[in-house]
């Protein structure tokens, strides 16, 4: 990416929570409100794997965090790739993360088998089949399965992830029977789930789920987490997570 070029699109932000800082590009990609939550709902520890990483805010969000060893932030997108890995670099950070700007399909010819304490993911919530009108190639790659479908994205989970390691995982809720599915398909339980709403009055439009590769089967239903309350403010428990 020619920074310089692209400068006057470029903000430099602080990451919600820590003291570092993240850059932006407000045309073209920044972090979401569902990247915070997955974070702040994850557990990590050991080799982690933030798969699609983006612009680097999980990493960044979780890089304090004694537990973790080391973090590998995997992303396709060449242009978001050097924005995060401009990020890490800012924050000092190279040590403990490790961007890599590749196909998450390649990963089991990159990694042996068995390799990952924690896998961290915000997946492509859309299928392929639906439109792309009106949007940019980055955000139409964050957005649908264009690289990797639902089911590769959890195989290779599986192939990462150490006996009992975890995955975290934020989707939405008309993908819920999928991501279930998957996961027991590939050896993966699902632990723990939360459901996520706009404010209390509505339906969910996003879960959060945590899957143990070969878990015992039982699932835990969390309370819902609510994003704004009625008035459209932040609840108390996302101001905490925005600190």
Request: with cysteine.
């Amino acid at each position: 990416m020619n920074l310089k070029k692209d400068l006057r699109n470029i903000q430099l932000d602080y990451v919600p929570g820590t003291n570092h800082k993240i850059y932006q590009d407000r045309d073209s990609f920044s972090f979401g409100v569902d990247s915070i939550i997955l974070s702040s709902f994850s557990k990590p520890k050991g080799v982690v794997f933030d798969l699609g990483t983006g612009n680097g805010i999980i990493p960044l969000r979780i890089a304090n965090k004694i537990e973790i060893e080391k973090i590998y932030g995997i992303e396709i997108q060449k242009e978001v790739y050097e924005l995060a890995k401009k990020s890490i670099e800012i924050n000092n950070l190279t040590d403990k993360i490790e961007l890599i700007n590749e196909d998450i399909n390649n990963l089991p010819s990159l990694f042996p088998k068995s390799c990952a304490d924690t896998i961290i993911t915000n997946p492509p919530y859309m299928k392929l089949g639906n439109a792309l009108i009106n949007e940019s190639k980055n955000h139409a790659v964050a957005r649908h399965e264009i690289y990797i479908s639902l089911e590769k994205l959890i195989e290779i989970a599986n192939y990462l992830l150490k006996p009992n390691g975890k995955i975290f995982m934020i989707h939405r809720p008309n993908r819920m029977v999928d991501v279930i599915y998957f996961m027991r398909h590939y050896k993966i339980e699902p632990k723990c789930m939360r459901m996520v709403k706009p404010k209390p009055s509505l339906s969910p439009n996003l879960f959060l789920v945590e899957g143990v590769k070969g878990g015992n089967k039982e699932l835990k239903i969390l309370n819902e987490l609510s994003v704004y309350d009625e008035d459209g403010k932040y609840t108390k428990e996302l101001l905490e997570m925005y600190k």
